[in-house]
Nanobody
Framework: QVQLVESGGGLVQAGGSLRLSCAAS????????MGWYRQAPGKERELVAT???????NYADSLKGRFTISRDNPKKAVYLQMNSLKPEDTAVYYC?????????WGKGTLVTVSS
């Protein structure tokens, strides 16, 4: 009953920036946290960043300093600002929402970083 829709992905050259957005809707009453994960071809899905309802953030060590996660609680949205993008950042980026001990996933948005 929870829907997550990602947007903002696309093709960008190395060194460029993108801002991903995720809008949540449906049966949402209390969001514990929202976050972003990504999955590159041939690799497992990995954590990018998470942010709690109170604003506590967590990042993958390799991404700290380049990526910034933020949220708008009234809009039930989470964002991912990606700067200094590298070809290795190419992946499908998935939005995730934690509520009442359960997780929900969006269908993902593709980010392609060219050399």
């Amino acid at each position: 009953q929870v829907q997550l829709v990602e947007s903002g992905g696309g093709l960008v050259q190395a060194g460029g920036s993108l801002r991903l957005s995720c809008a949540a809707s449906g049966s949402i009453f209390s969001i514990n946290a929202m976050g972003w994960y990504r999955q590159a071809p041939g690799k497992e899905r990995e954590l990018v960043a998470t942010i709690t309802n109170g604003g506590i953030t967590n990042y993958a060590d390799s991404l700290k300093g380049r990526f910034t996660i933020s949220r708008d609680n009234p809009k039930k949205a989470v964002y991912l600002q990606m700067n200094s993008l590298k070809p290795e950042d190419t992946a499908v980026y998935y939005c995730n929402l934690w509520q009442y001990g359960t997780t929900n996933w969006g269908k993902g948005t593709l980010v392609t970083v060219s050399s």
